[in-house]
């Protein structure tokens, strides 16, 4: 049987975590599905079917999936399951919002956050904030799984030409209306997608003070990050944190500054591929998961290394 | 309005989890165990609404074993008015949580349950969604901001841009995220009054759940461990590492 994922979009189209997931079902058959939501989605299913790997795409036209409410598109996949061995989604905020509900309506106990597929019915996932790797096997006959997009690699973009296939909208159970976005606005790179991350956490003092955060993001071409503690000190918006409970991400650089480095955060970044922190506490332990670390005054070193590499990249 | 508040018993945050030589799970034995963290979001959140005078009673409820009556205890000592023990040895998935919340909320009718939004130990992020969907109602996860008026709740969720508002119609599921409140710590005179608060006890039997795990645990392991800890001397040798050795800038 074919695998279905549950794509989701955004202004700019599929989120790149849709591609990773399809490269997680392609693991598992080599027949792979997608399905799209939303209104006035044709442009949204174009783009899908040209995903490589996709062989069919599902489009669900409707007013009721414009804004991705939970109650409405669980009851979709839940009528398009069960023609699939498996569903997937992306562990965004999205796919966990509506994956356990579709879930609960087919009566399946879902995989949360597979980071590897051993076979069709066994996976491996991260618990205990990733201190601990599960490997469990499921006996649901239709396996709802979210897929941790840092584990796999994302599927490119061009190179498909799958048919696009209208199927029958559930519906608007009328149970939630979605009012409003406040999206935080950033020229820089989305941070689960970014290549280099500069991360802040309660060693900046304040809001203003990730200022020398941002241009060392700019010189790099990076995003920035937090802590939780930078997140609930009210430094920057919860959009920005990493952590077991935030945003795992897993860039080319990692460079954690004023970031002590519980548990919890290192949960969200340790599989980055080098990590640097930069903290005055030598006992900090972020210091034993750091490639390079670098004692002494963040808001010293911070501006020293951003002129540093100004430097030698212009003499290059 | 009730507000029904489902409390877990987890590995305390802090502990450092150790998984088990043979790889059949952590280490839980002498181990310190707490309420989990978005729980204690959760209860806070109904017992402000009580003082707010929105919610007349807050049950907090445990599906756990004998011990679980402590995270009930504590729940109480913050402000819960009553609590319910679905006892259990057997390690419950978030499906089988969501049934035996389902029943009962089918029999104490509250307008309003709040979930954290994850457990710490096994870090699923379901159990809300799940009660929301067997009970057919509207579900808010992710919540930092709920507003009950009428028989709506204004909510506003932590999604990956930003900040999300929808109204949801009562009755309804909200999940806790971090920055909903600061839970209280409980004082000395109120966990001595939550000693007298009553706490009911049942089963999943008794509810009519059915305990089988749908997911078998193969293995535990302990992930690859990362080979941190080298230092630099200064900001030009860190540059020179980045740019020379690691070759990521």
Same mark, same amino acid.
Not at chain 1, 275 to 302: M, R, T
Not at chain 2, 26 to 33: A, G
């Given at each position: 049987?074919?695998?279905?994922?549950?794509?989701? #979009?955004?202004?700019?189209?599929?989120?790149?975590?849709?591609?990773?997931?399809?490269?997680?079902?392609?693991?598992?058959?080599?027949?792979?599905?997608?399905?799209?939501?939303?209104?006035?989605?044709?442009?949204?299913?174009?783009?899908?079917?040209?995903?490589?790997?996709?062989?069919?795409?599902?489009?669900?036209?409707?007013?009721?999936?414009?804004?991705?409410?939970?109650?409405?598109?669980?009851?979709?996949?839940?009528?398009?399951?069960?023609?699939?061995?498996?569903?997937?989604?992306?562990? #965004?905020?999205?796919?966990?919002?509506?994956?356990?509900?579709?879930?609960?309506?087919?009566?399946?106990?879902?995989?949360?956050?597979?980071?590897?597929?051993?076979?069709?019915?066994?996976?491996?996932?991260?618990?205990?904030?990733?201190?601990?790797?599960?490997?469990? /096997?499921?006996?649901?006959?239709?396996?709802?799984?979210?897929?941790?997009?840092?584990?796999?690699?994302?599927?490119?973009?061009?190179?498909?030409?799958?048919?696009?296939?209208?199927?029958?909208?559930?519906?608007?159970?009328?149970?939630?209306?979605?009012?409003?976005?406040?999206?935080?606005?950033?020229?820089?790179?989305? !941070? #689960?997608?970014?290549?280099?991350?500069? &991360?802040?956490?309660?060693?900046?003092? &304040?809001?203003?003070?990730?200022?020398? !955060?941002?241009?060392?993001?700019?010189?790099?071409?990076?995003?920035?990050?937090?802590?939780?503690?930078?997140?609930?000190?009210?430094?920057?918006?919860?959009?920005?944190?990493?952590?077991?409970?935030? /945003?795992?991400?897993?860039?080319?650089?990692?460079?954690?500054?004023?970031?002590?480095?519980?548990?919890?955060?290192?949960?969200?970044?340790?599989?980055?591929?080098?990590?640097?922190?930069?903290? /005055?506490?030598?006992?900090?332990?972020?210091?034993?998961?750091?490639?390079?670390? !670098?004692?002494?005054? !963040?808001?010293?070193?911070?501006?020293?290394?951003?002129?540093?590499?100004?430097?030698? /990249?212009?003499?290059? | 309005?009730?507000?029904?508040?489902?409390?877990?018993?987890?590995? =305390? +945050?802090?502990?450092?989890?150790?998984?088990?030589?043979?790889?059949?799970?952590?280490?839980?034995?002498?181990?310190?165990?707490?309420?989990?963290?978005?729980?204690?979001?959760?209860?806070?959140?109904?017992?402000?609404?009580?003082?707010?005078?929105?919610?007349?009673?807050?049950?907090?409820?445990?599906?756990?074993?004998?011990?679980?009556?402590?995270?009930?205890?504590?729940?109480?000592?913050?402000?819960?008015?009553?609590?319910?023990?679905?006892?259990?040895?057997?390690? @419950?998935?978030? *499906?089988?949580?969501?049934?035996? *919340?389902?029943? *009962?909320?089918?029999?104490?009718?509250?307008?309003?349950?709040?979930?954290?939004?994850?457990?710490? =130990?096994?870090?699923?992020?379901?159990?809300?969604?799940?009660?929301?969907?067997? *009970?057919?109602?509207?579900?808010?996860?992710?919540?930092?901001?709920?507003?009950?008026?009428?028989?709506?709740?204004?909510?506003?969720?932590?999604? =990956?841009?930003?900040?999300?508002?929808?109204?949801?119609? @009562?009755?309804?599921?909200?999940?806790?995220?971090?920055?909903?409140?600061?839970?209280? +710590?409980?004082?000395?005179?109120?966990?001595?009054?939550?000693?007298?608060?009553?706490?009911?006890?049942?089963?999943?039997?008794?509810?009519?759940? =059915?305990?089988?795990?749908?997911?078998?645990?193969?293995?535990?392991?302990?992930?690859?461990?990362?080979?941190?800890?080298?230092?630099?001397?200064?900001?030009?040798?860190?540059?020179?590492?980045?740019?020379?050795?690691?070759?990521?800038?």
């Amino acid at each position: 049987m074919s695998v279905l994922v549950l794509a989701e #979009t955004d202004a700019n189209g599929i989120v790149p975590q849709s591609r990773n997931a399809v490269t997680a079902a392609l693991a598992i058959d080599s027949d792979v599905h997608m399905l799209v939501t939303g209104s006035d989605c044709s442009s949204h299913a174009e783009a899908a079917s040209k995903i490589a790997g996709v062989s069919k795409v599902l489009k669900a036209d409707d007013a009721a999936y414009s804004n991705g409410l939970a109650e409405n598109v669980a009851n979709l996949v839940k009528n398009v399951a069960a023609s699939y061995s498996h569903v997937l989604v992306g562990a #965004t905020s999205f796919g966990k919002n509506v994956m356990p509900r579709a879930s609960a309506l087919l009566d399946v106990q879902q995989i949360s956050e597979i980071t590897d597929v051993i076979d069709a019915d066994t996976f491996v996932r991260p618990i205990y904030a990733g201190n601990a790797l599960a490997t469990v /096997k499921s006996s649901d006959a239709i396996k709802l799984i979210t897929v941790r997009a840092t584990a796999f690699d994302a599927a490119a973009s061009e190179g498909g030409s799958a048919s696009v296939e209208d199927v029958a909208s559930a519906g608007d159970t009328g149970l939630s209306v979605f009012n409003g976005r406040e999206l935080t606005k950033s020229e820089r790179p989305e !941070l #689960t997608q970014a290549g280099i991350i500069v &991360s802040g956490g309660r060693g900046m003092g &304040s809001g203003e003070n990730f200022a020398i !955060l941002e241009e060392l993001a700019d010189k790099l071409g990076a995003a920035v990050g937090a802590s939780r503690a930078a997140v609930d000190a009210g430094f920057v918006p919860n959009d920005y944190q990493v952590g077991q409970t935030g /945003k795992v991400v897993a860039p080319e650089l990692y460079i954690a500054v004023g970031i002590s480095g519980a548990i919890q955060h290192l949960a969200g970044m340790k599989d980055s591929k080098v990590i640097v922190a930069i903290n /005055k506490d030598e006992e900090a332990p972020i210091f034993s998961v750091a490639d390079y670390g !670098l004692v002494g005054d !963040l808001f010293k070193s911070v501006p020293e290394l951003t002129s540093e590499i100004e430097t030698r /990249k212009s003499a290059s | 309005m009730k507000v029904l508040v489902p409390v877990k018993r987890v590995i =305390d +945050y802090n502990v450092k989890i150790r998984v088990k030589p043979d790889g059949s799970g952590v280490e839980t034995q002498n181990v310190k165990m707490s309420m989990n963290p978005f729980d204690e979001i959760s209860i806070e959140e109904a017992v402000r609404m009580k003082e707010a005078g929105v919610a007349e009673e807050v049950i907090a409820v445990s599906i756990g074993p004998q011990q679980a009556q402590e995270t009930i205890r504590t729940a109480l000592a913050m402000g819960a008015d009553r609590g319910i023990l679905v006892k259990t040895d057997a390690n @419950l998935e978030p *499906l089988a949580v969501a049934k035996c *919340l389902k029943a *009962l909320a089918d029999k104490e009718q509250p307008q309003l349950i709040i979930v954290g939004k994850q457990a710490i =130990d096994d870090d699923s992020n379901q159990t809300g969604q799940m009660t929301a969907a067997l *009970l057919g109602w509207a579900q808010a996860t992710f919540a930092s901001v709920v507003k009950v008026d009428g028989g709506n709740a204004q909510v506003t969720r932590e999604v =990956d841009g930003g900040l999300e508002t929808i109204t949801v119609t @009562l009755p309804a599921v909200v999940t806790s995220d971090l920055r909903l409140n600061e839970p209280r +710590y409980a004082s000395l005179p109120n966990i001595m009054k939550a000693k007298k608060k009553p706490i009911d006890e049942t089963s999943p039997a008794d509810l009519g759940v =059915d305990e089988t795990p749908r997911l078998e645990v193969l293995t535990v392991a302990e992930p690859p461990k990362r080979e941190g800890g080298a230092k630099v001397e200064d900001v030009a040798q860190l540059v020179d590492k980045l740019m020379n050795e690691a070759k990521v800038i």
